[in-house]
């Protein structure tokens, strides 16, 4: 058996209530199309992620190559790489951090609105990279925002971030299926 993902794997949805996965699909074939309200919720969710724009170090230039047209991060919803933070969903934090740097990163993820994630890119976002021994050098964002992935490499190839974001779309789609799950305890 296979634990290699493919690029292309759809995320599952569970059928609606009350009518079987052989009606459903026999349906489809008819040209019918039956949905509920939260799964064009959690499709919209998990197909359109707005990754914010900047780079801090040599891991950006394998960013900017994830979005260009040989690897093209668009067909998961995310080639548009947002100016503001307000506008974007999702921090890809790319390169050393410094201890100078660190709070402008730290101001522009406490702007970004919920629900957002934070992707650390390279081994110097990560735990400080070949720079351990530098005193200006963070040993790891984790330790100032919450971080949902991790890619590792010096630097991390474009493939490596197309996996992140097949990551973080089961992620998403992962907690719109608790909150579905928490709304039906509580009797909303």
């Not at 008819?30 to 309200?37: A, D, E, F, K, N």
């Not at 992140?164 to 719109?176: D, P, S, W």
């Amino acid at each position: 058996m296979s634990t290699t993902t493919s690029l292309a794997t759809p995320i599952p949805t569970p059928p609606p209530a009350g009518i079987s996965v052989e009606e459903r699909e026999s349906m489809r074939r008819q040209g019918v199309l039956l949905t509920s309200l939260n799964e064009i919720y959690n499709w919209g969710r998990t197909n359109s992620i707005w990754p914010l724009q900047f780079g801090l170090a040599c891991c950006a230039i394998e960013m900017i190559a994830a979005a260009a047209a040989r690897f093209d991060i668009a067909r998961f919803g995310a080639e548009i790489f947002r100016a503001s933070p307000r506008q974007a969903d999702l921090m890809i934090v790319n390169g050393t951090v410094t201890k100078k740097m660190a709070p402008q990163v730290i101001r522009l993820w406490n702007q970004m609105g919920e629900p957002k994630f934070a992707i650390a890119m390279g081994a110097c976002a990560i735990s400080g990279g070949p720079f351990k021994q530098g005193y200006n050098v963070l040993k790891g964002l984790d330790r100032y925002i919450p971080i949902d992935l991790y890619i590792p490499g010096c630097p991390p190839r474009p493939e490596s971030v197309q996996y992140a974001f097949l990551q973080l779309r089961e992620k998403i789609y992962a907690q719109t299926e608790e909150r579905k799950a928490l709304r039906k305890e509580s009797g909303a």
